[in-house]
């Protein structure tokens, strides 16, 4: 006997569209929330008569698009570009080596150096190269993000040209382009089953327009989510903007 409930559990896959082009098929994603909400407008005419004042004369609902919340608690790849409506391209910086990088020290403040991720000893010297200054006296280095401040306390004057020398690491990933999108467009998969009788039920949604429906906080005291609302769309060749398999257990 089939479930009289629901209680759904499931995965998320989603096919993000750049110009009608999909850009692969990710998942599965964990995901907080897919919600669906189907919605009308209701029109009425109602009469303004003597005796039936306010009584409905006729009553028409017509269709409006169909709303799609997504709440994804993978917070990775993809689901950031769309978080923040961008644009991805790869990271990619190779190992190697930097030989008397020229720059020009701020006293209290940071500069940046050619590359991140510096590795091994770092040297820094005048443009001379005849005095050769101390890590954490002179200068402090910020390795990650390729940083160095020369300190206040030091006897390097503001505005000399100097020099650094040594390694950096290689590194890769990707770059997101934050705001360069006003919408996301995706095929949205649900891969679901209903938990009350372990029934299966699939959701298809064959293009979703979708945005941001609030900030993302890189200083979450929680776990981020990243969530997402929108509509969709029937494309050409389909006549209904989602459908629903649901198949009971054999």
């Given amino acids: 006997m089939a479930?009289?409930?629901?209680?759904?559990?499931g995965d998320i896959y989603i096919?993000?569209?750049v110009a009608g082009v999909s850009q692969g098929l990710v998942g599965p994603i964990y995901a907080e929330k897919f919600e669906i909400k189907p919605n009308v407008e209701k029109k009425e005419s109602t009469s303004k008569g003597k005796n039936d004042y306010g009584q409905v004369l006729e009553s028409v609902s017509i269709a409006k698009p169909a709303e799609l919340t997504l709440e994804l608690k993978e917070v990775v790849g993809d689901i950031l570009v769309m978080a923040f409506l961008g644009t991805s391209t790869t990271l990619t910086q190779s190992s190697g080596t930097m030989t008397d990088q020229a720059f020009t020290a701020k006293k209290?403040?940071?500069?940046?150096?050619n590359h991140k991720n510096l590795t091994g000893t770092i040297t820094i010297?005048?443009?001379?190269?005849?005095?050769?200054?101390?890590?954490?006296?002179d200068y402090v280095l910020n390795r990650d993000m390729g940083w160095v401040k020369i300190l206040t306390a030091s006897a390097i004057a503001d505005a000399a040209t100097l020099h650094a020398s040594g390694t950096y690491g290689a590194a890769s990933g990707s770059v997101i382009s934050g705001a360069t999108q006003t919408e996301v467009r995706a095929k949205i998969f649900f891969d679901g089953k209903n938990q009350a009788d372990g029934s299966m039920c699939q959701v298809t949604v064959w293009e979703a327009i979708?945005?941001?429906?609030?900030?993302?906080?890189?200083?979450?005291?929680d776990f981020g989510t990243v969530s997402l609302k929108g509509s969709m769309k029937?494309?050409?060749?389909?006549?209904?903007?989602?459908?629903?398999?649901?198949?009971?257990?054999?």
């Fill in 234 to 250: 029937t494309p050409v060749g389909k006549t209904e903007p989602f459908i629903v398999e649901l198949q009971p257990v054999a």
């Fill in 3 to 9: 479930a009289r409930s629901f209680l759904g559990a």
């Fill in 15 to 17: 096919e993000r569209l």
């Fill in 125 to 137: 010297e005048n443009s001379g190269g005849t005095v050769t200054y101390v890590e954490n006296t």
């Fill in 108 to 113: 209290g403040f940071w500069v940046p150096l």
């Fill in 210 to 221: 979708v945005a941001a429906d609030s900030a993302f906080d890189f200083l979450a005291n």
